[in-house]
């Protein structure tokens, strides 16, 4: 925040112009800081995340119980690439994209 202050000033002088490049790393410390502070806080535990959405997914089985992002619980009587089949009510299936299963319930 101070250094930007300065950033914005007029130059004062000839002195100015002749920044090193120690001048210059020092303006990028902040951006570098920041995108640590963006990794560690928001990219790293998305893709953690991710990664453990995937592996339930391939984990996924016939007989499973499950609970899809929209709330639907149901248990999976058929399984394709892309398509999972759910018994919602005997009788009832209903085809959802295999993306959408968000857990598997522990029953």
């Known amino acids: 925040m101070f250094g930007l202050a300065f ?29 640590a502070i963006f990794y560690f806080l928001l990219i790293r535990p998305q893709q953690k995340k991710a990664k453990e959405h995937r592996v339930l997914l391939d984990a ?13 619980h149901g248990k999976v009587t058929n ?4 398509v999972v089949t759910l018994e919602i009510a005997p009788g009832v299936n209903v085809k959802i994209n295999k993306g959408y299963i968000a857990t598997v319930k522990k029953d």
């Open 7 to 35: 950033a914005m000033a007029p130059p004062s002088g000839g002195a100015a112009g002749s920044a090193g490049p120690l001048a210059q790393f020092q303006g990028m410390i902040p951006l570098i800081l920041m995108f």
């Open 79 to 82: 399984l394709d690439d892309q």
């Open 60 to 72: 996924l089985k016939k007989g499973d119980q499950v609970v899809t992002a929209g709330g639907m």
